[in-house]
Nanobody
Framework: QVQLVESGGGLVQPGGSLRLSCAAS????????MGWYRQAPGKQRELVAE???????NYADSVKGRFAISGDNAKNTLYLQMNSLKPEDTAVYYC????????????WGQGTQVTVSS
């Protein structure tokens, strides 16, 4: 069983920064990839940034140059550094862990609210 716990959300003014964390716990994850998604009210959940199985990072066009995803394998923690935040970044941010082997399983965190407003 995998557990993901996000933290670091909150209220920030436009132009500000936040750093989200996702702590993963559980048994051996095997081969896996991790990413951050977000869901704004009335919208579908969308990919924000991910670290693929091969270690490549991908970003949504809307956050390129402003957000940075990173991971600390020793701490089993995924981070999302968010700079130059905009009101349109307001959403619930979710952490996802995709296991590819020896078992295939998708796990989600409970989400953390990010609100960008003056």
């Amino acid at each position: 069983q995998v557990q993901l716990v996000e933290s670091g959300g909150g209220l920030v003014q436009p132009g500000g920064s936040l750093r989200l964390s996702c702590a993963a716990s559980g048994s051996n994850f095997g081969s896996y990839a991790m990413g951050w998604y977000r869901q704004a009210p009335g919208k579908q959940r969308e990919l924000v940034a991910e670290i693929t199985l091969g270690g490549r990072t991908n970003y949504a066009d809307s956050v390129k140059g402003r957000f940075a995803i990173s991971g600390d394998n020793a701490k089993n923690t995924l981070y999302l550094q968010m700079n130059s935040l905009k009101p349109e970044d307001t959403a619930v941010y979710y952490c996802k862990l995709q296991q590819w082997g020896p078992i295939r399983r998708t796990s989600w965190g409970q989400g953390t609210q990010v609100t960008v407003s003056s």
